[in-house]
């Protein structure tokens, strides 16, 4: 059974730093492209980041780019997202995502499995 569990999300201050890790269990870790995904209240689920099987390349949506920074630990089965400077639009449930293939790809139909989501809350 394959299981994508989010941890980490939590209510911040606008300007401060908060780490989400997810944690996966029942399938080819190091094989996959790993990405995280963001939904605001009453908007459709957004790409913010992804990292290659093997960890050298990344891509991040335009709005996050400098500001968080996607790794991942194939050995621990664990993907994090790091981010700083958080302003209040990046308020959201974030999605852990595991791509079919091990080549960074963006669209949500190319990820077949997901957590369950954490809240990240900026105040201002």
């Known amino acids: 059974q394959v299981q994508l569990v989010e941890s980490g999300g939590g209510l911040v201050q606008a300007g401060g730093s908060l780490r989400v890790s997810c944690a996966a269990s029942?399938?080819?870790?190091?094989?996959?492209?790993m990405g995280w995904f963001r939904q605001a209240p009453g908007k459709e689920r957004e790409f913010v980041a992804a990292i290659s099987w093997s960890g050298p390349s990344t891509y991040y949506v335009d709005s996050v780019k400098g500001r968080f920074t996607i790794s991942r630990d194939n050995a621990k089965k664990l993907v994090y997202l790091q981010m700083k400077r958080l302003k209040p639009e990046d308020t959201a449930v974030y999605y852990c995502?595991?791509?079919?293939?091990?080549?960074?790809?963006?669209?949500?139909?190319?990820?077949?499995?997901w957590g369950q989501g954490t809240q990240v809350t900026v105040s201002s």
């Open positions: 995502a595991a791509a079919r293939r091990g080549a960074i790809v963006t669209a949500p139909g190319e990820y077949d499995y």
């Open positions: 029942g399938l080819t870790f190091s094989s996959r492209a």
